[in-house]
């Protein structure tokens, strides 16, 4: 999601943190009495505390705790031990990315045009030896001096090491050239068309994706985001309202998040959660989430002030989540809507029924009566992502490559 306050082209992406999702036994009695639930046992313990600094904050200092919605439709037609048993919760082994994932024959025009950004050589793509030199993994976009955070912004690496996969695979999708034609439909504002549906007394526009795009259209694309990188920075989000649970991060022009004192939650004792399956989601999320928000900031860096256009006959001009479905064919969500991401992954249609417009225009014809289908995602799709033959597929077979599998299990709500 993003919000929108200011015609400026500067922009600060903020990737919420898990610390607010648990509170200290003190706040807990302070806020709602001194009867505090019983806790499970933590995930993992806190890193050792780190110098504070002005110009980089630090996280808090907790550690997040599972806890648990009943009312989620899969939670409460199969129940956590189910979701367990069919492998939509834990994998059988930890799995370690490819070193160099992704970075094969596919891949290497946005790095050459990268090193050309870089270095100022105009290397011709199409003679880019391979293998690609780690340094490209990762776009710049992402780099250190981004993140206005101790822990990723210093020279401390604990966290920037373990979250080296998940630039790499937000630079991936970012770049990926299956999705090229979307960014350059967006981006050229002359192509869209009036929907004749005006949203809150304004005009409203919808774009197709751009066919066969050309090279120097894709390099223009992918200027455009090197471009953003002097614009966009990233740091942690405080929780601002109660129903923020659900939100995993925010795009704002020039604006800042005060902090807001936590909701209250129900602590889950469930003890079969495994931490590597936590973390594996927790990463592909985070990848996700990122290249989700920064499609925003493309739109607001070049048409700050306007409403977000609708791709095709989409029922909903929300450009991240457009972006982000188009991928995997639907949104992914996590099981019992928390940021901790304990219990697994589920993948509705997008865009479902019953939409908020929260500033981003809804077609009058959106019918918020029709059920909606959930499906748990299989945990062995994840870490196929951060492999090397997953991404050859992808060159092979292109966007259907992407495609999250669903499986016969379901719910409805």
């Not at 490819?98 to 024959?105: A, E, R, V």
């Not at 940021?339 to 009058?364: C, E, H, K, M, N």
């Amino acid at each position: 999601m993003f919000l929108a306050n200011s015609r400026s082209p500067k922009v600060t992406i903020l990737r919420r943190t898990d610390s607010k999702q648990s509170v200290t036994k003190e706040e807990f009695a302070e806020l709602f009495g001194s009867s505090a639930p019983p806790r499970p046992p933590r995930l993992s313990p806190p890193l050792p505390p780190l110098p504070a600094s002005p110009k980089l904050p630090i996280l808090r200092n907790t550690v997040p705790y599972p806890y648990l919605d009943e009312d989620d439709p899969l939670i409460k037609g199969f129940g956590l031990d189910f979701l367990l048993q069919n492998g939509y919760m834990n994998l059988p082994s930890k799995p370690n990315p490819d070193p160099g994932f992704g970075y094969g024959k596919h891949t290497t025009p946005a790095v050459a045009f990268r090193q050309y950004k870089g270095t100022g050589r105009n290397t011709d793509a199409r003679n880019f030896v391979s293998p690609v030199e780690e340094q490209y993994y990762i776009h710049p976009i992402f780099s250190r001096d981004r993140w206005n955070l101790h822990e990723l912004g210093s020279t401390y690496t604990p966290h920037w090491d373990a979250l080296k996969p998940v630039w790499q695979l937000a630079t991936l999708l970012l770049e990926e050239k299956v999705m090229s034609g979307f960014l350059c439909g967006m981006l050229e504002k002359s192509t869209h068309r009036d929907t004749n549906e005006p949203f809150d007394g304004e005009k409203t526009y919808s774009f197709e994706a751009k066919q066969n795009v050309k090279q120097e259209e894709l390099w223009d694309l992918w200027d455009k985001i090197w471009r953003l990188k002097d614009i966009v920075k990233f740091e942690a989000m405080e929780k601002t309202r109660a129903n923020d649970h659900t939100t995993f991060g925010v795009t704002i022009p020039e604006a800042s998040i005060p902090g807001l004192t936590p909701s209250p939650m129900q602590y889950s004792s469930f003890d079969k959660i495994d931490e590597a399956s936590c973390l594996l989601r927790l990463r592909y999320q985070l990848a996700m989430t990122l290249v989700h928000e920064l499609v925003h900031a493309l739109w607001i860096a070049h048409f700050a002030g306007l409403k977000e256009p609708f791709y095709r006959d989409y029922r909903y001009a929300e450009l991240g989540w457009t972006h982000e479905c188009l991928f995997v064919d639907g949104a992914i969500a996590n099981i019992s809507n928390r940021v901790v991401s304990p219990y697994g992954f589920s993948i509705v249609d997008w865009p479902g029924t019953g939409l908020v417009a929260g500033g981003f225009p809804i077609r009058a014809s959106s019918d918020a009566n029709l059920p909606i289908t959930y499906f748990p995602v299989p945990m062995d799709w994840l870490p196929k992502h951060f492999t090397q033959q997953f991404w050859d597929n992808v060159q092979r077979f292109g966007l259907p490559a992407f495609k999250c599998p669903r499986p016969v299990h379901c719910a409805r709500r």
